[in-house]
């Protein structure tokens, strides 16, 4: 079986930060489980028994689990409005419009702005 070069030989750290989330539950047991894996869950009687079956039980999980980075390639696609591009590069109108309008903002004529609105 030829293995994909898209998948990332994995470099392993000598430990693995987890977190641990403790819950009291309404039936007087506490409830502990790993926030990364919220599958990996157990109830007890106390908070130390709960904690430690469920360390024991994901050390044992981990003893059967590989996990593999893998880089997700993403297709690039063309911007939808890319499509539009240069579409008015040789109509007439749209340059005379764009005209008016690039004479309108360097214009120094302020005569439509009331200058009370800026005092």
């Keep these: 079986m030829a293995i994909n070069p898209d998948l990332v030989q994995p ?5 693995l930060r987890v977190t641990i989330l403790v819950e009291s539950l309404i039936s007087g047991k506490v409830a502990a ?9 157990v ?8 904690i430690a079956q469920l360390q024991s039980n ?5 003893q059967h689990t590989e996990a593999i980075p893998w880089n997700v390639p993403i297709p690039s696609t063309e911007p939808t409005w890319a499509q539009f591009a240069g ?5 007439l109108d749209f340059q005379a419009i764009m005209e008016t ?3 309108e903002r360097l214009s120094e004529d ?9 005092q």
Excluded: M
């Excluded at 470099?11 to 430990?15: A, G, N, T, V």
């Excluded at 109830?43 to 709960?50: L, S």
């Excluded at 579409?87 to 109509?91: A, K, L, S, Y």
């Excluded at 302020?110 to 800026?118: L, Q, T």
């Design 101 to 103: 309008i690039r004479a």
């Design 43 to 50: 109830e007890a009687d106390t908070k130390e028994i709960a």
């Design 87 to 91: 579409i008015f590069q040789n109509d």
């Design 58 to 62: 994901f050390l044992e999980q981990l």
């Design 110 to 118: 302020d005569s439509e702005v009331d200058p009370a609105y800026y």
């Design 11 to 15: 470099q392993w750290p000598s430990h």
């Design 33 to 41: 489980s790993i926030f990364e894996f919220p599958t990996c869950r």
